[in-house]
């Protein structure tokens, strides 16, 4: 009676990516890396400009609202 012997495998872990796997294990999270940045150069690049003035403006007027309605009500009693 021949017995075979059982060949152990082991599953593969990231200690035993071999050549190529690194590079597509570190693809995606550098390709993320990547886009966020520019998403965040995109965003500071386009604060302020020629809206800007304007922006501020609007919230100056509401700030100014709010604060006329607080002291018009203080005023009265209310």
Not at 49 to 74: I, M, P, T, Y
């Amino acid at each position: 009676m021949v017995h075979a012997t059982p060949t152990l495998t082991r599953p593969p872990t990231l200690a035993t990516l071999d050549g190529m796997d690194y590079v597509s294990a570190l693809v995606p999270p550098v390709v993320m890396a990547v886009f966020f940045t520019g998403l965040i150069v995109t965003i500071v690049k386009t604060q302020g400009g020629a809206n800007k003035a304007k922006e501020d403006a609007v919230v100056d007027a509401a700030l100014a609202r709010a604060e006329s309605a607080r002291q018009a009500s203080r005023d009265t009693g209310a």
